[in-house]
């Protein structure tokens, strides 16, 4: 068990086409969703570790205002974005895949975006200037092979063309960003509710 929540991820990353089919339609529900949560619990600490400890040559950030929180946010929220904008999408479009298939190829995807990155957290403390274009170009191959990863994933998982594929991934983007600016719609409103509120709530209590 221990063996297989190793073996078979990184199996994926390198065959994703057997490794996806396999997913879909041979492996354990259960065990998938367990290397899932875990991938995505991996990613969040990473970007934690990378935010905080990455060398000062390729940080953009300043590690005195991370925020551990928004940083799980940024990996889990794009996620759930993804995996409800393309189930909707491809539930309309006569696509194979449930919800939990969807979100279990995503997050196998972003399997290479921890391998890759992880080590370089450390590295780039003892790299010079003129070696941080291996940091960046170990970036980009890692945000690459999640692309590739993910346009694999999905085409096996609703069993569509490529071409296919391709034009659902640029609506489910589309649907992502839709979804984004409705719900920062939805959480400026509440803020001005609550804000009215209180305005309300401290002229009463004034006037007693």
Known sequence: MNKELFKYPLNLIVHPFNGYWD???????????????????????????SSQYSGFLVNLFNPNEM???MEVLYVVVPVLFWCVANWSLTTLMDG????????????????????INFPWIWLSN????????????????????????????NMTVHQFTPSKTIGIIILTVVAMGFMAFISLLFFSLVQQIIAFI???????????
């Open 67 to 69: 925020n551990s929180f």
């Open 126 to 153: 003892v790299i010079s200037i003129q070696e941080t274009a291996f940091y960046y170009f170990s970036n980009s191959v890692a945000v690459i092979w999640f692309v590739f990863l993910l346009f694999v994933g």
């Open 198 to 208: 209180s305005v309300i709530y401290q002229e009463l209590v004034m006037r007693n």
């Open 96 to 115: 194979e895949g449930k919800f939990v298939e969807i979100f279990t190829s995503t997050c196998f995807a972003l399997i290479p975006l921890v391998v």
């Open 23 to 49: 997913l879909k339609y041979d492996r354990s529900q259960k065990l998938n969703l367990i290397i899932s949560f875990a991938v995505l619990f991996l990613l969040a600490v990473t970007n934690i570790l």
